[in-house]
């Protein structure tokens, strides 16, 4: 069983950037992959990105690829998301979610566990 928590979100102006953490509970997180999600309002999740458990495999949506940088420090029990360059269509509540596996996973069907998101919000 694994409790996520996501933190960091806010306000920022388009070009700004933020830095979101997921801390979780549990003995094991090292053996979970982890995955970054965010939901717009009226749209669909959507995959961000994601990091396999020792942190050496990552993997982005085409969105934001090359702005967002996904990583872990698995004595802190903890992933971060650092977003730069921040665009107003990156407004959305963003979600980490957690899986038992070794790999990074890319669909939200993958996950098990879920945190209660954290909104984050950039204007023009």
């Known amino acids: 069983q694994v409790q996520l928590v996501e933190s960091g979100g806010g306000l920022v102006q388009a070009g700004g950037s933020l830095r979101l953490s997921c801390a979780a509970s549990g003995r094991t997180f090292s053996k979970y992959a982890i995955g970054w999600f965010r939901q717009a309002p009226g749209k669909e999740r959507e995959f961000v990105a994601a990091?396999?458990?020792?942190?050496?495999?990552?993997y982005y949506a085409d969105s934001v690829k090359g702005r967002f940088t996904i990583s872990r420090d698995n004595a802190k029990n903890t992933v971060y998301l650092q977003m730069n360059s921040l665009k107003p269509e990156d407004t959305a509540v963003y979600y980490c979610?957690?899986?038992?596996?070794?790999?990074?996973?890319?669909?939200?069907?993958?996950?098990?566990?879920w945190g209660q998101g954290t909104q984050v919000t950039v204007s023009s």
């Open positions: 979610a957690a899986r038992d596996g070794r790999h990074y996973y890319t669909e939200s069907n993958d996950y098990d566990y």
């Open positions: 990091i396999s458990w020792s942190g050496g495999n990552t």
